[in-house]
């Protein structure tokens, strides 16, 4: 329970805050500008993308094969924008996880490894490691659109509060999901190629 | 209704892909190009309006070492309800040593419409499988039903692509994270060995797969627009 509170503290340096999980790009767009338009986009994020993530950690922390996982999610990440941010965010998760919670099963996650994978290893319960996996879907872009159009803090907290996190997580534990998010896919692939200032990788 | 069909293509001693076996099952007709050469063109006709909600349709192709086959639609498919609302499912399987096109027509996802695709691929180490999925949420003016539909296509049982989508919760429907309120939705699935860079516009990318192949998706308001983009890949 603890390595999941921290894991899930955005004060947990695993470098997770350069990450607003396609916020960025649709706030530049204009497609998210207030808390309505938020809400939708967590709301959408969290069914596809979120369900997604917490179904690869809850299947890492039931013991499935780590490299058998890690070719079936990028088989599910179409996007190599997006591949390469659940990479970057694996990395950064687990150069700070070696030194907490040093284990055999870290050891053996493939290099550079999905971050949903290396959430799951160091959780090791199903439910509570996709719970964590879900709700850090939209933690990030929820925190990522306070700082990147001014949003009222607590409006934006009630909004990830109210999200269905836990019933979300609940059934990404019954099978490997493969849920596709195509506009996150096709968000993500136009911030890479956003020229200008960006203050996010993804 | 229940259905299944079967199409099998090979190679033949001079060098043509010939149909061996086409066993069509309404509403699934298998109809062939009479013609002899390299490329094998077959149709599939749906010969009866279908699916409707408890109908259970299956295609199964293969395509051996050295064939080549283009299967097409003829005309758009309407998912439509049943008489006591009872899901419908469609699957198409292809297992691939050679070169299969498959290009569908348009499938529009009326309201009360309950259906489930599913296309599996199997594929060899030299095989190429080209397919295309353009879905409509709803004829002008009318909200979509539920649709999930599901891809997973494998080369020598290592996974290329998995993805499912669904469709029909207005909430995901209109998210900007979902499907951005747009009404059709298409994609193309290039699984060869042809290298492709990244290439995109505000609602449409090309990408390569982590294991090989190439992904094109496009979001728009309307079917020719969606069409054009996977056209001029």
Redesign the interface.
Known sequence: MLTALILADSRFPGGGHVHSGGLEEAAARGLVHDEPSLRAFLHGRLLGAGLLAAGFAAAAARGEDLDMLDAELDARTPSPAQRSASRAQGRGMLRAARRAWPSARLDALPRDPHQPLVIGVLIGEPVEAAVTCAYLAVSGPASAAVRLLGLDPFGVNAIVAALPVEDVASRACAALPALGSPALDLLAEAHVRREGVRLFGS | MKASARLVVALDSHGNSVVRVLRSMTPLTLVPHRRVGPLALVHLVSSVTAPLGGDSLSLTVEVGPGASLELRGVAATLLLPGSSGEESSSSVRFLVEGTVRYLPEPTVVTSRAHHTSVVEAELDGHAQLRTREVLVLGRVGEKPGTLSS?V?ATRCG?????????VG?P??D???????GKRV?G?EMLLDSVERG?D?G????V?????GGS?A?A?GDDVVAVTGVLDAI
């Open positions: 599901s997973r290592r996974p290329l692509l998995h993805q499912q989508l669904v919760d909430l995901a209109a998210s900007s994270a979902g499907l951005v939705v994609t990244t995109g505000e609602w449409w990318s990408v390569p797969l982590a294991a992904l998706t979001l």
